[in-house]
């Protein structure tokens, strides 16, 4: 089946020459591209992989159209060896060889038609749209050389454009995933180590789902590597783009997660004596100051008239449980339950330390106020006698009265806080100065 005649006039026999030249040239870098391309590394690893999902679609497409690729680079080297023969036959060639070899280089060539591959398309999406099923059927089309160049161009960059996202997956993943799962294994004896256990601990569970989750990534990144590709959509290089890391970087992110728990383990294993040393002298000084509060409520009572107190609780028995609890598990090594108890421990016995001491001073506080106003009684006493007033007839009369009531049990502290108000009204007047002459007791005498 030879080329029609072209619609152009025939070339010269230098025009001839240079466009063989020129076209034989163009078929060695096509034939070094294929070649190039049938021994990537990843387009053996694709032929030899259980392959599924869109991997297994995508390159049964490639396949399919690398198999055309040559099939199409076989027509276009008969073509130009039948040109170099005829070129070959005589040295200065006649007009008809001309005619001749200026269809077989500028006419057309009956090729397999490219057909849509079952609503699939290729990675790339520069050239054709889809990753074309080329083969198969009866379809054919008519190109010219140039063009028929230009097509084998377009199929060899998608076809290229899955092998490469395919490697550059494989290349990345797998071996990273099995580094993480190295990890994995090391955080793995590490929490056995402090009893960290799946069912008896949250992060022994969750060491389980990192676990599954790693298997089964890696046995879906080798059967459809293509499945974790993030093509760039601003490029039309083949094999733009970065393998999808999503899953991966959220197992590493859960397996630190996992570390730093299980380090705050070992950190309570280090410093659990230490810990329970001092949450039972935390509990110990709470039952003291409750003991003290009891012990001064009932003073209260009994020196204090009419006053309400507040009543004391009894001592912590339940933290004591839990502290004795704690112990236990320290004696067991059960450092996975030692920790949060240790914690919750820390801030209760901090609390009811808090309300012991806030319970004494509510209990204590009518002492309080009886030692506030005998000490106000008394330097107020102070500083008249050094005033010279302190045989003054009323003074000596209103802190008599004051001191009776402050001195007595039980003390009515509403009538002493009034007795000292007294006494302290009093003994201000002889504080400021008077107009005139005469004494302060003169003063109140005339009054």
Not at 298 to 312: D, G, M, Q, R, T
């Amino acid at each position: 089946m030879g080329p029609p005649r072209p619609a152009v006039p025939a070339m010269s026999r230098e025009e001839a020459d240079r466009e063989l030249s020129r076209l034989y040239t163009e078929r060695e870098t096509v034939e070094s591209t294929l070649l190039a391309l049938h021994e990537h590394a990843g387009r053996r690893l694709l032929e030899g992989a259980d392959l599924t999902g869109v991997t297994a679609r995508r390159w049964a497409h490639a396949e399919t159209t690398i198999t055309l690729l040559w099939t199409c680079f076989d027509l276009y080297t008969d073509t130009l060896r039948a040109a170099r023969d005829l070129r070959k036959r005589h040295r200065w060639p006649t007009r008809d060889d001309l005619t001749e070899l200026t269809g077989l280089l500028h006419g057309t060539l009956t090729v397999p038609a490219e057909r849509p591959a079952d609503g699939a398309s290729g990675l790339s999406q520069g050239g054709h749209s889809g990753g074309g099923d080329t083969g198969g059927g009866d379809a054919v089309e008519e190109l010219t050389l140039p063009q028929l160049v230009r097509r084998m161009n377009a199929w060899y960059a998608r076809a290229l454009d899955v092998v490469v996202a395919a490697e550059a997956v494989w290349s990345a993943l797998p071996a990273r995933i099995d580094l993480l799962a190295e990890e994995l294994g090391r955080v793995r004896s590490l929490a056995r180590s402090v009893g960290v256990r799946p069912g008896e601990h949250p992060s022994g569970d969750g060491l389980e789902r990192i676990t599954g989750e790693l298997a089964a990534l890696r046995a879906e990144v080798l059967r459809d590597p293509l499945a974790f590709w993030n093509a760039d959509g601003g490029s039309s290089a083949p094999g733009g783009g970065r393998p999808d890391t999503t899953r991966y970087d959220a197992a590493a992110r859960a397996i630190e997660d996992v570390r730093r728990d299980i380090e705050a383990v070992l950190t309570v294993r280090q410093d659990a004596e230490q810990r329970l040393l001092r949450l039972r002298d935390m509990l110990s000084r709470a039952d003291r100051t409750l003991a003290e509060a009891r012990t001064a409520r009932v003073e209260v009572l009994a020196k204090i008239a009419a006053s309400e107190v507040p009543a004391v609780s009894g001592p912590p028995t339940a933290l004591q449980e839990q502290l004795s609890r704690a112990a236990e598990y320290r004696r067991y090594a059960q450092w996975n339950r030692l920790s949060p108890l240790l914690e919750s421990l820390e801030e209760e016995a901090e609390d009811e330390l808090d309300r012991a001491r806030a319970s004494l001073s509510a209990v204590t506080a009518p002492l309080a106020v009886r030692a506030e106003l005998r000490g106000r009684l008394d330097a107020y006493r102070a500083e008249v006698a050094r005033c010279g007033a302190g045989q003054d007839r009323l003074l000596r009369e209103r802190y008599d009265a004051a001191r009776r009531i402050l001195w007595s049990a039980p003390c009515d502290l509403g009538a002493a806080e009034t007795a000292v108000r007294r006494y302290v009204d009093a003994a201000r007047e002889v504080f400021v100065p008077r107009q005139g002459d005469g004494s302060p007791a003169e003063h109140r005498g005339e009054r």
